[in-house]
């Protein structure tokens, strides 16, 4: 039940509930548990808890990766966390744990890629920054275009460079996850992730509205 009630809170993006049955359930989950789906509850976990108790995330992602050993998903939840945990707190959770040498040195590689991660965020706003001075100086309107499925590394950062540029922001997502409920995958979306003919028509028909309404405000 409390898997059920955790992974529904989860996919419907309320957190705070989510966080309430997976700290009722993490206790629950026997040691012996395939080892998988435990890394899986213990990186949900601190991507929850990261921004209001880095010291307890750390250690999370620490031991959903000596469960699997899948340094591709730490990564990806040390990244999701990045700007959310302490340094100090990683340091102080690494020392705590006993570990041999290998694994310390691969946690510690795990946790510095976050510090790769901010850098590409940052040149990538400063690119956006240099794309909206660009278009302003042909007389073009700025309108940033989030991606068609939930992104919580880059969205942040594009809403920001808008905010920062005052530029509107346009989400797609919630539209394409709302065509999902009635549409197969393939058909709004290729293998590789980007959109199918069908998909960029959705994403063209809400651009062109926002960009009406723009238009409009501005005569």
């Not at 359930?25 to 213990?42: D, Q």
């Not at 959109?195 to 405000?217: D, F, K, M, N, Q």
Request: aromatic share 8%.
């Amino acid at each position: 039940m409390l898997t059920v009630l955790f992974t529904e809170y989860w996919e419907v993006g309320r957190p705070t509930e989510a966080l309430e049955a997976l700290e009722l359930l993490l206790p629950k989950v026997p040691k012996e548990t395939e080892a998988s789906w435990r890394a899986y509850l213990l990186r949900q976990h601190a991507r929850l808890v990261a921004a209001a108790k880095s010291e307890i995330a750390v250690p999370s992602i620490a031991e959903s990766y000596l469960l699997d050993r899948r340094e591709d998903l730490a990564r990806q939840t040390v990244q999701l966390v990045s700007g959310k945990v302490k340094q100090a707190d990683v340091e102080a959770a690494l020392a705590r744990a006993q570990l041999t040498a290998p694994d310390l040195a691969s946690l510690r590689a795990i946790f510095d890629s976050a510090k790769s991660l901010d850098r590409s965020l940052e040149s990538f706003a400063g690119h956006m920054r240099q794309a909206v001075e660009l278009a302003r100086g042909h007389g073009a309107t700025v309108l940033f275009v989030g991606y068609p499925f939930r992104s919580p590394l880059v969205e942040p950062v594009q809403k920001a460079a808008a905010c920062d540029n005052g530029c509107e922001f346009l989400e797609v997502w919630p539209r394409f996850e709302a065509e999902l409920e009635q549409r197969d995958r393939g058909e709004l979306f290729v293998a590789d992730g980007h959109c199918t003919g069908a998909g960029y028509r959705i994403t063209a028909e809400l651009v062109a509205a926002r960009l009406l309404a723009l238009s409009a405000g501005h005569k």
